[in-house]
Nanobody, 121 residues
Framework: QVQLVESGGGLVQPGGSLRLSCAAS????????VDWYRQAPGKERELVAR???????NYADSVKGRFTISRDNAKKTVYLQMNSLKPEDTAVYYC???????????????WGQGTQVNVSS
């Protein structure tokens, strides 16, 4: 059984930094693309950053230049480095991974439970 666990959230002042982690565990053959989403109270979930299996990245305009997504395939972990945080970055952050559990089987979508990020003075 595959699990994704996010960690690293917390309370930070505006201008501060946090690094979120998304660790995958279980029976995994390959992790394809991984996305970070966030959902603020009363708002729809939005895509923040994406990294492909080869390491190509994409970002929402609202976080470009401030957030960096990266992956460590050996550790089955994806990171989201968040710098210059703003109050509007406050949200629950979720990772979503496209995972193949064994050779020849199509990938499936997996979600973590989320980690809360609060940016406030």
């Amino acid at each position: 059984q595959v699990q994704l666990v996010e960690s690293g959230g917390g309370l930070v002042q505006p201008g501060g930094s946090l690094r979120l982690s998304c660790a995958a565990s279980g029976s995994i053959f390959r992790i394809n693309g991984v996305d970070w989403y966030r959902q603020a109270p009363g708002k729809e979930r939005e895509l923040v950053a994406r990294i492909t299996m080869s390491g190509s990245t994409n970002y929402a305009d609202s976080v470009k230049g401030r957030f960096t997504i990266s992956r460590d395939n050996a550790k089955k972990t994806v990171y989201l480095q968040m710098n210059s945080l703003k109050p509007e970055d406050t949200a629950v952050y979720y990772c979503n991974a496209k995972i193949v559990i064994r050779y020849g089987v199509p990938e499936n979508d997996y979600w973590g439970q989320g980690t809360q990020v609060n940016v406030s003075s």
